[in-house]
Each structure stands twice: as structure tokens, then as C-alpha cells.
């Protein structure tokens, strides 16, 4: 028992490191804020593949890439997850540039609950009650947004539809977290260094050029990308999903907090009623996760007084 509870506070706390870290990058990408947002990713997945390949070969984790690598499948899903990671990344870093935290928050809000819907499109999960309701919340605030104010919250619908993709292809590739960025990020690869040694033109585009508090910052992007993915995957596995479906919020909530209180974002009618209905989806969206964890205890524990 005492192992048990100390194997779930080593999981809480892995999960609010990874999930604060996720929610302050902005101050990094901020900080980046004079390299474009496209050389940033670049410079994201090259120092990122280079972490892993240093933790795979601690880890003695080659054998995995390699048996991964002749399976045709799972390479095949990971050719496409890596579009989608590196699609996300990209908005995400944009966002920043431009100001756009608050999206970016909302985006990562909409996305549990646009998890939900693609596991009833694809995975054929059936939605309870309440998970229905917390839809049709969230699109209500969308729908409140585009009808109301005439705009349409494209960074936080980009965002959420692209890591929610990512998630459900990772799913169905059914592969370790460091294996799989491994590949995608060795996927990526050859496009980011080729736009960083031919292509780019900027005034930061020339690492010799660069005061080195900046490259320092680039390199590490390899760290501020893997660091919080090796938390949230001792996390994964110590904690029950709904502990860490609960604990998730803390990322999105943590990016408003910067946007309107640090970055000065304005926080406008359209957003106000769009994030409105989003937190009430997400009570309701909490609250049946809770009451379905609690009615499953409550049917196992029957089933074992019956044995």
C-alpha cells in the first residue's frame, strides 16, 4: 500500500512538472521573439533529435528505433504524426509571436474535448451524457464567437485539431513516447536543416552571427521540447488517466494567466463568452469523469464481494 501511494505522489508530481512546463514555454517563445516562428521549429526538431539520440543511447533504447523502423505500419503513421507535430509546433510558435497566448490557451482547453469526439468518430466510443453536454457547450462558444462577433477562433481550432490528431494516430501506431518523437523528429529532420543552411535569410538565420545568449536559447529548444514529454511520460505511467486528465488543465490555464496578466492580452467580449462556455464544458467534462471513475470502483468492488 505505502509503495502504491508513493508510486501515485511521484506521479502527481511528474505530472504538474510536465504540465507547468507546457504552460510557461510561451515565456520562452517570447523570448525568442525576433527569430521567425518557422526557424524556431527548425531549430526545434534539430536540437530535439539530437536530446533523443543522446537519451536513447543512455537509455540503450537503439533496439526499439531499429524494430520500429522495419515495421512498415507503424513507420507509415508516424510519417503522418510527424506532420501533425510539426504542424502544431509551428501554430503554437506563431501564435506566441503575434500575440495570440490567449488562443493558444483556448486551443489546449477545446483539446480533451475534442479528444472525445474523435474517439467516438474513429475508435467507436460511445459519449455519455454529460460528455455530450460538454460539447455542445464548447461548440456553443465557438458558434457564440463566429455568429456574434463575426470572427472565428482558427488558432485555438488549428491547435486543438492537430494535437488531437496527433494523439489518436499515436494511439493507433501504439509506440513508447521517445521512440516515437525519435522517428518523427528524424523525420522532420532533413526539411529543417535544409530550410536552416540554405533557405533562411534572416538576421538571426546565422548561428556565427548571433550574440550567445540567443544560440544558447535556440539549443535549448531540444531541452524545453523532450524535458516536459519525459515527466508527462513518468506520469502516464503511475497515474490513472482521469488523475491525469484533471491535472492537465493546469497547462492551458497557466498560458491565460501570462496572456492577460503578464503579456497584457486583451481579454474581449468574444473571448470572454467563447472561454466562458469552454470552462463550463470542461466542469461538466470533468465532473462525469469523476462520477464514471467512482461508479467503476463502486461495480469492481461489488464484482469482488461476489467472487
Known sequence: MEDELKRTQQGVLFAVLAYVMWGIAPIYFKALGEVPPFEILCHRIIWSFGFLAALLYVTKGWPRVKATLTNKTQVLYLLVTSITIGANWLVFIWAISIGHMLDASLGYYINPLFNVVLGMLFLNEKLRRLQWVAVALATAGVIVQLVVFGSVPIIAILLATTFGLYGLLRKKVNLDAFTGLFIETLVLLPVAMLYLLFLADSATSHLTSNPMT?????????????????????????????????????????????????YGETFSADKIITFACIWAALIAFTWDGLKNNANNKKRLAQTNQTR
Open 214 to 262: 540567443l544560440n544558447l536559447l535556440l539549443i535549448s529548444a531540444g531541452i524545453v521540447t523532450t524535458l516536459p514529454l519525459l515527466c508527462f511520460a513518468g506520469a502516464a505511467v503511475r497515474l490513472r488517466l482521469a488523475t491525469l486528465g484533471f491535472i492537465q488543465y493546469i497547462g492551458p490555464s497557466l498560458m491565460f494567466i501570462l496572456a492577460v496578466f503578464v
